[in-house]
């Protein structure tokens, strides 16, 4: 285990976010794929674990594409062994990290139109228990979702891509949006980080990480460590989480930086070029 990189001492600095003092001690992974349930993930489960801690993250939450999305899990199978499949890389991401100082919780990256979110504080047997949950409206999911004790956060609200037709918000059916992704360009990342503006949203920073070669990484920084999902959720709430990005994370200068400091994030420069549709 690289002990020199477990994240138990302060990350301070004197950066000012709405007028208080950012304290970032605590740096969490919020979207990540693996190979074993997510199409187009490189990356082993297992291997995630080292190279997190490197990077001086506390922990990481599992968010593979479910079934209505790139799903790597068969689509005519039972449920329940769909369910199974899609488990195995949290699972084994689990196992994993036994033992060292690094949690790993689960998450779910959902599908609707291409207009996808981040489901957190549901856990496997509640899939197993909800296999409707492929046939309900982006409002019915927030409600399950809620009854669960759980949030939902739309993931890279303004992502355009060749495969998609249009960018579909939601802002009456979440709990928040990604203020920064580091799957999209910074332009895309600024229209989000302003949608997240508009309709106060919390917003959350992420990887969306598919392979150990990516060289800018974001998170969610909090001033102390958490310990399960249920803590993710109501520290997030709370607006104790600080979205954060790392860039060039192998020179020995790189460091976490709150998203709200960095201009090229934070200030649309473009507009977008797919017509947006508001739900």
């Known amino acids: 285990m690289h002990t020199e990189y477990i994240i138990k001492k302060a990350i301070q600095y004197n950066n000012k976010h709405h007028g208080v003092e950012i304290t970032m001690e605590y740096i969490y992974e919020t979207h990540l794929h693996t190979i074993e349930a997510s199409a187009c993930s490189e990356t082993p489960a297992r291997e995630y674990i080292e190279h997190m801690m490197r990077l001086g993250y506390s922990g990481m939450i599992v968010t593979d594409h479910f079934f209505n999305g790139n799903s790597a899990v068969p689509k005519n199978l039972p449920w329940e062994e769909k369910v199974n499949m899609y488990c195995k890389g949290y699972e084994n991401a689990l196992q994993e990290a036994e033992g060292k100082d690094f949690n790993v919780f689960f998450g779910i990256e959902f599908c609707f139109e291409g207009d996808e979110y981040l489901i957190y504080g549901v856990d496997k047997e509640w899939l ?84 150990l070669s990516q060289k800018t990484m974001g998170g969610v920084a909090f001033p102390y460590k958490i310990n399960t999902i249920e803590e993710y959720i109501e520290a997030f709430l709370k607006g104790d989480g600080t979205a954060v990005i790392k860039k060039d994370v192998d020179s020995p200068d790189a460091r976490f930086v709150p998203v709200s400091e960095c201009p090229e994030l934070t200030s649309t420069t473009e507009k977008p070029t797919l017509s947006v549709i508001i739900y």
């Open 128 to 211: 197993l228990k909800h296999p409707e949950i492929m046939e309900v409206s982006r409002s019915e999911l927030l409600k399950m979702v809620h009854e669960a004790g759980g949030m939902l956060i739309q993931a890279h609200p303004y992502r355009e891509r060749d495969y998609l037709s249009a960018i579909r918000l939601a802002p009456n059916d979440v709990d928040g949006c990604e203020g920064y992704n580091a799957g999209n360009p910074d332009y895309q990342n600024a229209l989000g980080y302003q949608y997240g503006l508009k309709h106060n949203f919390l917003m959350s920073g992420g990887s969306d990480i598919h392979q």
